[in-house]
């Protein structure tokens, strides 16, 4: 080996805690990178074979009744491959492990054959028998929820008759990987299920024979869904077609989607920050590396070694550091992909598992770091380049110190010769003392970007469950209701408060942009069930105008005062242009408001509601569940605190991985930071501070020349640390913290400041304590000696 | 530029009859250093002949260090010709200074410059890996006595040592002109002359021309000419008739 390789060698090795150090923050970019980047190739490539294998459908639609003789007319529809008609309906289920009913959306499948189209997979069991017309096939997610086994029994309220029916098997399908009911934001499984039953005998419970409600197309290859949908929509209309609408918004898909996407922007974010840090760290140490070893380069100059050949040595440096780290991050990235996957599976359960890295994100990992270790290194190989020998020969004049203006200011008496030394060596080169800050600070800043998380979470639950829903529960009905149907069950003990809703499925239409939705009325003032802008203001609707969520806002790119298009697809399907009166900064979904007055209106009907949301009394629930449970016009009942629960249990299963990976890299870099930033200020100090010693210094007088700098450092490190932190979080939720799902609001909490804070008290105390150690063995003879 | 690669082993003649390696010609070197400019060289004329062993005498600051590191193609000086065997090193450009310090030019400096982190035989190594010709490390470290310390890091040598060490790096190339700066001005008088007497051994047996740079005007003895530098120029030029040994030079 080249006599310089060696020396490259030999250097690494004398600073391997920094050269550690730096590498883990590499390898925590590395490893963030391929964890995500290789969850989400594998959930995508697991999400493409699932669909495939199971024939996921193309197009969804849903209707109020159609005779099933339309089959061949949509069969023909140009581009279409295969249609499956079904019926669908939504059923109160009464599991005897909960007071409160749950609600299981029943999907018929064919019992002659195997569906053709959103095929179900049995977990456990075996397919529903043709010849036992009480079988059931229930998701797995439910049935883990309830301990529900194949031969156990279900009753459920079918059209208002009690049933009972026997689970023949445990059931997963493609178009129920997230089972989410309309207006949640997320999976409970505890409280929603799907069914899937003996077609014949679901027609026959809800009056269907015959006909069919539901209908799931498969398009030949190629063919873009719009023509398709345009030629269903036309010949559902007159049966009550809801509109149809393509996979990509299909709400089980759509959620894998924006998962997947907010995984694979992870992914990309959060890498970039660290090697951003990464690169910085490399600047700085290979930056001093380059001044410590000013005569060294003289040398390999005088001797005959390039430009290049010197350039190459430095650059080869941070080369063999990002290599180092690369090595580890992948390794690591690989290990915790592979766990993410498991993770990820426990609660998508998918059927089969595609794991898989490909080459081309450990290549962008390894390209990545690569040219950020470039990056770090430029500045400090362009110093070793410049350097001209013959100056770099003679020794280095003494540095241009000068009266600090804490002295000028008269206030230099008060200080002693040791705090002197301080205060003028921070002020000789304000430009490197403001680079020792910003590197600490970064350490602090990385611990509040990787834990702002948790308080942007908790600020949503708080504003959109407390602040913003202040009812109890959700009552769902069947069918709309005259009003009179409220107050009924206003009448229901235990029942405090009453607020009526009306939901009607509609598109909205602006410039080329349309969107399939629906839209939600409510009173102009509402108590319970109200619509937050910012995490503070409730609003109030007014009439005639519709209120946006701003995630809707943007899906159609309407603004407050521009007109959108209606077309409301149930009952008289009236076809209206409104004005859009204001956008909401909500934090959760995207959702079209209006005053329920206009909405009656718009739909032409007298005072009608879709379900009210309610206030009950604590001690009663029961009784009220009993009796909702038994009232057949009642669809579904949602209760709030279980969506409170499952919308912290789903951020626990996801976010909190997310979240404990991302403050596990932020405390390896925090630490990284300050702990290089204490070995560079001792290896450029030993000198002084040995000469000190012979001087007649003791240990603790040098240890507070050196670590009552790095202490000062600290203390402005920490808030400028906080407030780059609050930078970061604010560029990640700019940037990333926007899907169709929610808007992670900008909430930084104290706790998260406090951690931050902690984080930098601790890795600046350890670093500290390490140089103390390396200060109480400082060879004296030896460093004066050594000019190095 | 081109430059001759291969090196030259003269056999001793008489210095005048030689051929010319290095010739200067109104040399000036300026420094600005903030506000004034510090002038290193005012003017300097001078040769240098094949095989010869010439000692640059001045106080400090008499600019010889200049002349040394503009001679060695580390520097360039502000006006005036450098010729190196007639190839003039003023109008080089950095790459082929490179090239000519890689092949023809071997540097001792007074704090030896080694790298700390290799050991004997590697600081040698640094030299032999780029160069055309090389002597194998180990012959190096030979020719200065120190064969039996190649595996030693620079820190476990005496400061006599580690310039030894800094010689057989300069020889190992083969230089055609080796070029010493104050080599002894770190060392005591016993090891000084232990060091003298490896490069006066390197300009006897190799032929290769030297140049030392020194403030002590003892170690002129041990030159065929001397050139006293005072204040940026040439103050004198002496030739001696004999050279002394290192070892009979009076401190």
Redesign the interface.
Known sequence: MPAIHRKLLRDLWRIKGQVLAIALVIAAAVTVFIMYLGAFDSLQLTRAAYYDRYRFADVFASLKRAPRRLEDRIREIPGVAQAELRVSADVSLDMPDMAEPAVAQFVSIPVQRRTMLNDVFIRRGRYIDPNRPNEVLVNEGFALAHGLEPGDSIAAVVNGTRRVFEIAGVALSPEFVYIIRPGNVVPDNEHHGVVWMNERELAAAFDMEGGFNDVALRLMPGVAGDDVIAALDRMLERYGGRGAITRDTQLSNWFLTNELSQLQSFGTMVPIIFLAVAAFLLNVVLGRIVTLQREQIAALKALGYSNFEVGLHYYLWALAVAVIGIAIGIGGGTWLASSMMNLYNDFFRFPILEFRISPSIIAAAVAVSLASALLGARGAVRRAVRLPPAEAMRPQTPAQYSVSLIERLGLGSWLSPPTRMIVRNLTRRPLRTLLSIVGIAFGGAMVVEGSFFIDAMNSIVATEFSVAQRQDLTVTFVEPRSAGAMYEIAGLDGVMNVEPMRAVPARLRFGHRSRQTSITGLVANPDLMRVVHAGRTAISFPPGGLVLSRQMSRIIGAAAGDTVTIEVLEGSRPTRDVTVARVVDDYLGAYVYMEIDTVNDLMRESRVVSGAVLQVDGLRTDAIYDRLKNTPSVAAVTLKEAAVEGFRATIEQNMDVIIFFNQVFSSVIAFGVIYNAARISLSERAWELASLRVLGFTKGEIAYVLLGEFALLTAVAIPTGLLLGYGLAWLTVETIGTTELYRIPLVVGDNTYARATISVLVATFVSSAVVRRRLNRLDLVGVLKARE | MTLPSETTRVEPQAPSDRATVFEARQVTKVYPMGDVDVHALRGVDFALRESEFIVLLGPSGSGK??LL?IL?G??VPTSGDVFYRGDALTTAD??TL??Y???H?G?V?Q?Y??????TAR??V???T???EDPLTPEEALERVDLGDRLDHFP?QLSGGQQQRVAIA?AIA?NPDVLLC?EPTGALDIQTGVVVLEAIAKVNRELGTTTAVITHNASIAEMADRVVALADGRIASIRENSTRKTPRDLSW
């Not at chain 2, 410059?113 to 290799?118: A, V």
């Open positions: 260090s200049t590191n060695g580390l520097d950095e790459s490179t090239r310090r890689r092949n030019v540097f400096f704090f410059n080694l790298i700390p982190s290799l590697e600081n190594a640094l030299v890996d780029i160069g820190s790096r190339k700066d």
